[in-house]
């Protein structure tokens, strides 16, 4: 079968690209005829100062990759497939102290300790007090009144902050400060947030001062919440301050900018799909969540690089490569799903890679990430049954991450 044509220097981490729409047709193509193929860079547009890096497109071949970190590393060059061409590699390189870009076994020691506060009694143990607060969020956000309100900010930002207050232990009062450092961590693409590397950078030294601050107080005077858990005794294998602090960073971002947009894609497909939300109000299927998640795919890709040389989708891999893993396009495999664009919250099964491709790093937090998503809708269906959409999502500016800005919408 013929190589599929793109537009020459067409790149799939351009952030102008995915601040109009994922290239669903472009993967498409690559998933039939070239499922691994080389995108080049020029002019170090993506930090690392190579020739480009190998996109994987299809869902065997993501997963692959995903469960072999011995030869598709996370550490060598981090997971995010694209910074900016001005970052330092010492600024690179400090990532590697997240939990996302650790390869094991230092990744196995770290996850061991942090998973603590992800096991199925934690999780149930915030789910009514989450409730609550899925509950409150809407109905404040339904007595707005005055027309069209913003529904990234009056709701899909908010039950992701409260849950990592509540899961950690920060005050809500202190949840606008994640919001707000969170967004700088990640929108460096996006020019109408008039964002710096340097404020970027500033945002994240932020969110560790706060974060170690936190572990250091735990220490001194333990409290019945998940931080001391996790920082005290730290001679008997848990996490010392600095750990703890990339930890909260990690889930600064994992835990809240990829629900939020979940929520937020989640939404906008209902509203698009209205005989699917007709059908969730009547019938609140257990697989909504999951449906969305893979609807949205809110990382589009993440990055590994190669230890070695080696052989993927009959290409072969040179040591020191870069190798674009694109969740994006695995989703939409038709060799894994039924009908891969129809948004459908009965698919069962749906083996989607929108938590990872399986592995060391599959989401740690996926459990929580359901269970919000699942509260959130059912608020909405039960107290703005009759929501309707107002405009089209803003969408970020962004390389990697699938996030809108803002979608205007009306209780009706």
Same mark, same amino acid.
Not at 200 to 216: F, P, R, V
């Given at each position: 079968?013929p ?8 790149d799939?981490?351009?952030?102008d690209l995915l ?5 669903l ?12 193929r ?6 170090n547009?993506a930090g690392f100062?190579d020739?480009?890096y190998?996109a994987v497109?299809? *869902? ?7 469960? *072999?970190?011995e030869?598709y590393?996370s550490y060598?060059?981090?997971a995010?497939?694209r910074?900016?061409? *001005?970052?330092? &590699?010492?600024?690179?390189d400090?990532?590697?102290? #997240?939990?996302?870009?650790m390869?094991?076994? =230092?990744?196995?020691? !770290?996850r $061991? #300790?942090? $998973? ?5 009694r934690?999780i149930?143990?915030?789910? +009514? ?9 809407v109905?404040? @956000?339904?007595e707005?009144?005055g027309?069209?309100f913003?529904?990234?900010?009056s709701?899909?930002s908010e ?5 990592i207050?509540e899961?950690i232990?920060?005050?809500?009062d ?13 929108a460096?693409?996006?020019? +109408?947030y008039?964002? %710096?590397a340097e404020?970027?950078?500033?945002s ?9 601050? /936190?572990?250091?107080?735990r ?6 919440? #998940? ?7 730290e001679?008997e ?12 960073l ?6 809240n900018?990829t %629900?939020r947009?979940?929520?937020?894609h989640? /939404?906008?497909?209902?509203? %698009? ?6 059908l969730?109000?009547? =019938? ?8 969305? !998640?893979?609807?949205? %795919?809110p990382v ?5 690089? @190669?230890?070695?040389?080696t052989e ?9 490569d870069?190798?674009?893993?694109f969740?994006a396009?695995?989703? &939409? ?5 039924d ?5 459908d919250v ?7 890679l929108g ?5 060391p ?6 459990s929580?990430?359901?269970? +919000?998503i699942?509260l959130?809708?059912n608020?909405?269906?039960?107290? /703005?049954?009759d ?6 999502p803003?969408?970020l500016?962004s390389?990697?991450?699938n996030?809108v ?6 209780a009706?």
């Amino acid at each position: 079968m013929p190589c599929p044509a793109l537009p020459d220097g067409f790149d799939f981490t351009d952030p102008d690209l995915l601040q109009h729409h994922v290239p669903l047709p472009e993967f498409a193509a690559l998933r039939q005829a070239e499922p691994v193929r080389w995108i080049p860079q020029t002019g170090n547009v993506a930090g690392f100062r190579d020739e480009g890096y190998w996109a994987v497109t299809r *869902h065997a071949d993501v997963k692959y990759v995903s469960t *072999h970190p011995e030869i598709y590393s996370s550490y060598l060059n981090t997971a995010i497939i694209r910074f900016n061409e *001005h970052i330092e &590699r010492a600024s690179i390189d400090a990532q590697r102290f #997240i939990l996302l870009n650790m390869d094991p076994p =230092e990744h196995t020691r !770290v996850r $061991q #300790i942090v $998973q603590r506060g992800f096991t199925p009694r934690a999780i149930r143990g915030l789910e +009514e007090r989450l409730r609550a607060r899925a509950t409150a969020i809407v109905a404040r @956000a339904r007595e707005q009144g005055g027309g069209s309100f913003d529904f990234v900010t009056s709701v899909a930002s908010e039950l992701p902050l409260q849950a990592i207050a509540e899961l950690i232990g920060v005050p809500q009062d202190d949840r606008a400060k994640i919001f707000d450092w969170s967004n700088k961590m990640i929108a460096y693409d996006d020019p +109408e947030y008039a964002v %710096t590397a340097e404020v970027g950078q500033q945002s994240a030294a932020e969110i560790l001062a706060y974060a170690m601050d /936190m572990a250091a107080e735990r220490k001194k005077c333990p409290a019945q919440d #998940i931080v001391s858990t996790l920082v005290a005794a730290e001679n008997e294998g848990n996490l010392n301050s600095d750990e703890f602090g990339f930890f909260v960073l990690m889930l600064a971002v994992a835990g809240n900018e990829t %629900t939020r947009n979940a929520t937020t894609h989640g /939404m906008h497909a209902f509203l %698009t799909h209205p005989e699917q939300w007709e059908l969730y109000k009547r =019938e609140r299927p257990a697989t909504a969540a999951e449906e969305i !998640v893979r609807w949205a %795919t809110p990382v589009v890709a993440f990055q590994r690089t @190669a230890t070695q040389d080696t052989e993927l989708g009959g290409k072969l891999i040179r040591k020191g490569d870069r190798v674009g893993i694109f969740y994006a396009s695995a989703n &939409r495999d038709p060799e894994v799903f039924d009908r891969p664009d129809d948004f459908d919250v009965t698919r069962d099964p749906n083996p989607h890679l929108g938590f990872g491709g399986g592995g060391p790093h599959f989401c740690l937090g996926k459990s929580l990430a359901v269970l +919000e998503i699942n509260l959130i809708f059912n608020a909405l269906a039960d107290a /703005m049954p009759d929501l309707r959409l107002v405009e089209d999502p803003r969408r970020l500016r962004s390389a990697w991450i699938n996030g809108v800005k803002e979608l205007r919408v009306d209780a009706g």
